[in-house]
């Protein structure tokens, strides 16, 4: 059995479904804190049993009965909600990263998987970003992402479990809660809307973006591939996007061209000015080749934003 933690949330539900099809028993554990409505519903319509328990606390254990490899997918994700209550970022993602490698180690699961992100690099020293580029988090979100790899890979190097690391960079996609929303989802909800999209800075900077259901395939092939214990992968496209360009090709895909520019604000504290991953070693020994085209996805996130806008 595969156990999901947070398999209710936007990366864990696209995760749930894309195992589902494949035919494996999987089973959601998630406290439902921050879980729509909407994949709630959808994880009732599939079957799946959904397993309520907090990652910090005991009854963890019992949630992970029979289940044999899992992904950690539950986190707070909001940077700036760090700066503000780093001890809660501390408690979810470290302490419960913690607590549950320990209750995986008593179940006897056989491989842990941890979502972890771009975050812990910070503003990168040279790019692209490969996995051996210095680890320095800009926030107390990226630093408690950071803490939980260097536990999975002690908890790998001791031999108590097979850890893998996934350091996703830009997720997007249908489903991406408001209250996390990335800059896609973000320009995309404004255009719809007849708002132009708002760029902090000259819109020169670039990240590197990923659809939601390439991460889904990182996350499986991450579960089942043989001899990658205490690997980290990068996950993302391998291309880096500037952000003005974006905004265009969201006008453009919505019909606006013409009728529509990006407004321009003052750049945000803090913000990263460019990103994007070297992710050969993820194509060499994860068998993990991008899907999904950014044009593509944009039309898929658009057509799900369109419908409920």
Same mark, same amino acid.
């Given at each position: 059995?595969?156990?999901?933690?947070?398999?209710?949330?936007?990366?864990?539900?696209?995760?749930?479904?894309? =195992?589902?099809r494949?035919?494996y028993?999987?089973?959601?554990i998630?406290?439902l804190?921050?879980?729509?409505? $909407?994949?709630?519903?959808e994880?009732? +319509?599939?079957?799946?049993?959904?397993?309520?328990?907090?990652?910090r606390?005991? $009854?963890?254990?019992?949630?992970? +009965?029979?289940? $044999?490899?899992?992904?950690?997918?539950?986190?707070?994700?909001?940077?700036? $909600?760090?700066?503000?209550? *780093?001890?809660l970022?501390?408690?979810?993602?470290?302490?419960?990263?913690?607590?549950?490698?320990?209750?995986?180690?008593?179940?006897?699961?056989e491989? #842990?998987?941890?979502?972890?992100?771009?975050?812990v690099?910070?503003? *990168?020293?040279?790019? *692209?970003?490969?996995?051996?580029?210095p680890?320095?988090? /800009?926030?107390?979100?990226?630093?408690?992402k950071?803490?939980?790899? =260097?536990?999975? /890979?002690?908890? !790998?190097?001791? !031999?108590?479990?097979?850890?893998?690391?996934?350091?996703?960079?830009?997720?997007?996609?249908?489903?991406?809660?408001d209250?996390?929303?990335?800059?896609?989802?973000?320009?995309?909800?404004?255009?719809?809307?007849?708002?132009?999209?708002?760029?902090?800075?000259?819109?020169?900077?670039?990240?590197?973006f990923i659809?939601?259901?390439?991460?889904?395939l990182?996350?499986?092939?991450?579960? #089942?591939?043989?001899?990658?214990?205490?690997?980290?992968?990068?996950?993302?496209?391998?291309? *880096?996007?500037?952000?003005?360009?974006?905004?265009?090709?969201?006008?453009?895909? /919505?019909?606006?061209e013409?009728?529509?520019?990006?407004?321009?604000?003052?750049?945000?504290?803090?913000?990263?000015?460019?990103?994007?991953?070297?992710?050969?070693?993820?194509?060499?020994?994860?068998?993990?080749?991008?899907?999904v085209?950014?044009?593509?996805?944009?039309?898929?996130?658009?057509?799900?934003?369109?419908?409920?806008?």
């Amino acid at each position: 059995m595969i156990g999901v933690v947070g398999g209710a949330g936007f990366i864990g539900i696209h995760t749930v479904k894309m =195992l589902d099809r494949l035919g494996y028993e999987v089973v959601v554990i998630d406290n439902l804190s921050k879980a729509r409505r $909407e994949n709630i519903d959808e994880l009732n +319509k599939m079957g799946i049993e959904i397993r309520i328990a907090d990652i910090r606390s005991d $009854e963890i254990k019992k949630a992970l +009965k029979g289940v $044999e490899r899992i992904i950690h997918l539950a986190a707070l994700i909001s940077v700036e $909600e760090s700066l503000k209550n *780093p001890r809660l970022y501390c408690q979810v993602n470290t302490y419960g990263t913690v607590n549950l490698l320990d209750a995986c180690v008593e179940a006897g699961v056989e491989r #842990f998987v941890y979502a972890s992100s771009a975050a812990v690099y910070g503003n *990168p020293k040279y790019l *692209p970003i490969d996995e051996k580029h210095p680890l320095k988090p /800009l926030s107390p979100y990226g630093a408690s992402k950071a803490s939980g790899e =260097l536990f999975c /890979l002690v908890y !790998n190097s001791l !031999n108590r479990l097979e850890t893998v690391i996934l350091r996703y960079f830009n997720v997007y996609g249908p489903g991406q809660s408001d209250e996390y929303a990335g800059v896609i989802t973000r320009f995309i909800k404004s255009v719809i809307k007849g708002k132009p999209p708002v760029i902090y800075g000259d819109g020169l900077q670039t990240r590197d973006f990923i659809y939601v259901e390439d991460v889904a395939l990182a996350n499986v092939k991450a579960l #089942f591939k043989e001899n990658i214990g205490g690997y980290v992968f990068n996950i993302a496209n391998g291309t *880096p996007v500037k952000i003005k360009d974006l905004a265009y090709t969201i006008i453009r895909l /919505l019909n606006m061209e013409g009728t529509m520019e990006p407004v321009y604000s003052k750049p945000r504290p803090g913000d990263i000015r460019e990103s994007y991953a070297d992710i050969s070693l993820a194509r060499r020994h994860l068998d993990f080749c991008p899907q999904v085209s950014l044009e593509e996805g944009l039309v898929k996130t658009i057509k799900y934003y369109t419908a409920r806008i």
